[in-house]
């Protein structure tokens, strides 16, 4: 059985941030990822764009998602592969690859993880179904970056769905792309669009629940993104629910094309380009950890002794039972962090969490689960683990202040 310092299992922004941080630090890492390409819910769910993690403090811009992130941003602005938030998933699927393979980071892609092997409070071996049947990797410590707390789940390591008080999850949307739009007369026509829509709902006579149109802009002239299907109180880490779910939501997308085609302008020459080939999860499980970090915490603007990410995106919670999108913004100049505990999965010795199922609340998940946070999540997780291979520790005890360094040397911005 092949032994490694350190797997890391998901692909998304959280996962490569982590791989490529362990790696830069010295270890023997592989990632592994179910489908065959790296980006996570970028890629297999088309989500667009990079939500803003930023605030003004003097006039003077700050970014709180540095390190990893700021260098894939850079790459894409630099091969012109964005247009203000907005970035073309091919490109970054191209730069993963490019960057992990520098990284010296063994690949494993079209694995999917089902079992893992655990002695007390250790995991010794994980199990992946792939082309050549099962196979099992061995290692001294491993990143959970799965989105949906695979590892921990699967580990019996205590995980909680949704939300708290009855486990329902914000919706899964199944995003798709328009090709061949009059960008400029849909945009002049969304207003009309926007109240037929509203009134069409309140007739009862469209499947999907949520109360707007949500469209984004694309870096290609005549593209454009819809984030607007929506599905409700199915469980995402359920087979027969997700499959229910990706059945519902295509229904949606052609509800939603067929009613524009009627009420917007621009869309003549139009044709749908394309759907995600997942639909998308705003959230799932997330692990039950050292601390769980709150809604209060995020208000309150908690800077933790241990922070390792800093973050101000608005609580964003589309509604779980139907229509309605709530937001909580913070005041300019502010934002709170993200502790190294939340990470740490109760009672684990050797593994730790990145990305949107860290250990919090249901509306903490819903500020920091957008993608520039979950990257410099993953990137403190990677440190952290290396410290851990260095030390032969315990995830619980490795040196935080060390970490702390490590990740500001390396460019994070941590709050501290
Ligand atoms: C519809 C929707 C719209 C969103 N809109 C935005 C937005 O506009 N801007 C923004 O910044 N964020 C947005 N988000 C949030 C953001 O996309 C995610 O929270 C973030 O990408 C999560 O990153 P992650 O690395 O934690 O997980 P993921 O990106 O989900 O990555 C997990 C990876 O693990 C792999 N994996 C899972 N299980 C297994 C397994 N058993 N074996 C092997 N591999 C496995 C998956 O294939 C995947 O590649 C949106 C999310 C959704 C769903």
Not at 31 to 46: C, M, Q, R, T
Not at 88 to 95: P, Q, S, V, Y
């Amino acid at each position: 059985m092949e032994k490694y310092d350190v797997i890391v299992i998901g692909g998304g922004l959280s996962g490569v941030a982590a791989a490529i941080a362990a790696a830069r630090e010295g270890c023997r890492v592989l990632i592994i990822e179910k489908g065959n390409a790296f980006g996570g819910a970028a890629v297999n769910s088309l989500v667009n764009p990079f939500m803003p993690n930023s605030t003004k403090v003097n006039g003077k811009i700050i970014e709180f998602s540095q390190g990893i992130f700021a260098f894939i941003w850079d790459k894409l602005k630099e091969r012109q592969a964005m247009n203000e938030l907005s970035f073309l998933e091919e490109e970054l699927k191209f730069l993963l690859n490019e960057m992990l393979c520098k990284a010296n980071v063994d690949i494993l892609f079209h694995a999917y993880l089902f079992a893992v092997d655990k002695d007390g409070r250790k995991i010794k071996s994980i199990t992946v179904a792939t082309k050549s049947g099962v196979i099992c990797f061995e290692a001294d410590y491993f990143i959970d970056a799965t989105g949906d707390a695979m590892v921990a789940y699967l580990s019996g390591y205590p995980t909680l769905t949704g939300r708290e008080k009855d486990n329902l999850c914000q919706p899964m949307t199944l995003c798709f792309r328009l090709g061949n739009v009059d960008v400029h007369r849909f945009f002049a026509s969304k207003p009309r669009l926007d109240m037929e829509y509203k009134k069409a709902l309140e007739r009862g006579e469209l499947i999907n629940p949520r109360e707007n149109i949500l469209v984004f802009l694309t870096p290609i002239d005549n593209v454009l993104h819809f984030n607007t299907t929506r599905v409700v109180k199915l469980d995402p880490t359920n087979a027969k629910d997700i499959t229910k779910a990706e059945i519902i939501a295509r229904r949606q997308v052609f509800e939603i094309y067929e009613f524009m085609k009627k009420h917007a302008d621009g869309l003549e020459n139009s044709f749908l380009s394309a759907t995600a080939s997942e639909i998308g999860v705003r959230e799932s499980r997330k692990i039950i950890g050292e601390y769980v970090l709150t809604q209060d915490d995020c208000k309150n603007c908690v800077k933790f002794a241990d922070a390792i990410a800093a973050c101000n995106y608005d609580i964003d919670i589309h509604n779980p039972e139907g229509s309605g999108t709530s937001h909580y913004y913070f005041p300019e100049g502010e934002f709170y962090t993200i502790p190294y505990r939340s990470l740490i999965p109760k009672d684990a010795d050797n593994l730790l969490v990145a990305g949107r199922c860290i250990s919090s609340d249901h509306e903490a998940q819903a500020s920091y689960r957008i993608m520039p946070t979950v990257c410099t999540i993953g990137e403190a997780a990677g440190t952290a683990i290396s410290l851990a291979v260095k030390n032969k520790t315990i995830v619980k005890n490795i040196n935080v202040k060390e970490l702390q360094k490590r990740l500001k040397e390396n460019g994070a911005f941590i709050g501290l």
